[in-house]
């Protein structure tokens, strides 16, 4: 009798753990308005930053595609900047930032 608390233990984190997947799991449109905004936005994150998947060659900040940068990351550094890197606080909205960071993490790799 002891175990069957451990195995509903077990089974209701199991279930915690594939909800918390399915919450993160990749939207289509989600990612494709974090693609354009990586595209088009101003100052555009294509211009410095070289990420394969949006066809960007940037030259000044760190190559995205090596650095595979999760997605709170990405949006660390979208909300409050990062060496030469602006904030972009005021030109974004919170669920465009999340766009654009979850976009990045997708296409590098990093929210496998």
């Known amino acids: 009798m002891g175990g069957l608390p451990l195995v509903r233990s077990a089974v209701l984190a199991l279930g915690l753990a594939s909800a918390c997947v399915a919450a993160w799991a990749a939207d289509p449109v989600e990612l494709a308005r974090g693609k354009e905004l990586f595209t088009k936005i101003q100052p555009a994150c ?52 999340l766009a654009v960071a979850r976009f990045v993490a997708h296409a590098t790799g990093a929210a496998k």
Request: proline share 6%.
């Open 46 to 97: 294509a211009v410095c930053h070289t990420l394969q998947a949006a066809g960007a060659e940037g030259q000044v900040g760190p190559v995205l595609d090596e650095l595979k940068p999760d997605a709170g990351r990405v949006l660390r550094a979208l909300k409050a900047g990062i060496g030469v890197m602006p904030s972009y606080a005021e030109r974004m909205s919170e669920k465009d930032m």
